[in-house]
């Protein structure tokens, strides 16, 4: 029996050798471009041009830009650099090195009231117009 085996053993792994080196065959990879302005398929071109049309008529849409106010835009400017030096103080005196434990803020119709209890800080920002009310919760340690 156990000649038996290896002769089988001998028969498949002989023939498994000889089927993996036998030499294998294929064909080389080829590009065939698509456009036929590069040579591609001629048939290709009035589909091409049609989504060239599509596009180009989508960007013409776009390209359209208002006139714009410099001083409009330099008001703005101003304005954007006062809110964000005002947002800046405000989070210095809730987050910052010598936070407060509480307080409040008055800016146009929005007040902004807080509360640091140690672990963590609590901000109600409220719409004096409509009274919406945000909570917003941080941890004490995320200004520092």
């Known amino acids: 029996m156990n000649r ?38 001629p048939f290709n071109s009035s589909h091409l041009i049609g989504l060239a ?17 410099p001083l409009e835009d330099f008001s703005r400017t101003i304005q954007r650099s006062l809110l964000s030096r005002l947002s800046q103080d405000i989070a210095d005196s809730i987050l910052g090195e010598n936070a407060n434990d509480s307080g409040s803020f008055l800016i146009g119709d929005t007040q902004i009231f807080f509360a640091n209890d140690g672990t963590n800080v609590s901000i109600d920002l409220t719409d004096l117009t409509s009274g919406e009310t945000t909570n917003i919760i941080l941890p004490a340690t995320a200004g520092q």
Request: aromatic share 10%; proline share 7%; no cysteine.
């Open 4 to 41: 038996l085996f290896k002769s089988v053993f001998v028969v498949l792994s002989s023939s498994a050798i000889s089927l993996f080196s036998l030499a294998s065959s294929a064909s080389p990879l080829t590009y065939q471009p698509t456009n036929p302005s590069f040579g591609g398929n």
């Open 53 to 69: 049309n599509e596009q180009k008529s989508f960007t013409s849409a776009r390209t359209s830009i208002p006139s714009r106010d």
